[in-house]
Nanobody, 115 residues
Framework: QVQLVESGGGLVQAGGSLRLSCAAS????????MGWYRQAPGKQRDVVAR???????NYADSVKGRFTISRDNAKNTVYLQMNSLKPEDTAVYYC?????????WGQGTQVTVSS
């Protein structure tokens, strides 16, 4: 059974930082492509950042230079370091794994940035 468990969300003031974590189980983590997506109220879920099994990364234009995705294969965990947060970053953030052709999602963690 595949599980993705996010943590690290919360309330932060604009300009602040948060680090999200996603612990994966039930997969061979080091061959999975991992990612973070977010969904604001009334909007569609959009990609924030992705990291391949080899460590290549890509980012949404809106977060480039502020967010960093990384992975620790020994801990089966992917991270999203978020700096210089803005109110428009407020959303539910979801961990995503693509493993053996199947996409999996975590339950989401709320990030709220106050102005």
């Amino acid at each position: 059974q595949v599980q993705l468990v996010e943590s690290g969300g919360g309330l932060v003031q604009a300009g602040g930082s948060l680090r999200l974590s996603c612990a994966a189980s039930g997969i061979i983590f080091n061959i999975a492509a991992m990612g973070w997506y977010r969904q604001a109220p009334g909007k569609q879920r959009d990609v924030v950042a992705r990291i391949t099994s080899s460590g290549s990364t890509n980012y949404a234009d809106s977060v480039k230079g502020r967010f960093t995705i990384s992975r620790d294969n020994a801990k089966n965990t992917v991270y999203l370091q978020m700096n210089s947060l803005k109110p428009e970053d407020t959303a539910v953030y979801y961990c995503n794994a693509v493993y053996m052709g199947v996409t999996y999602w975590g339950q989401g963690t709320q990030v709220t940035v106050s102005s």
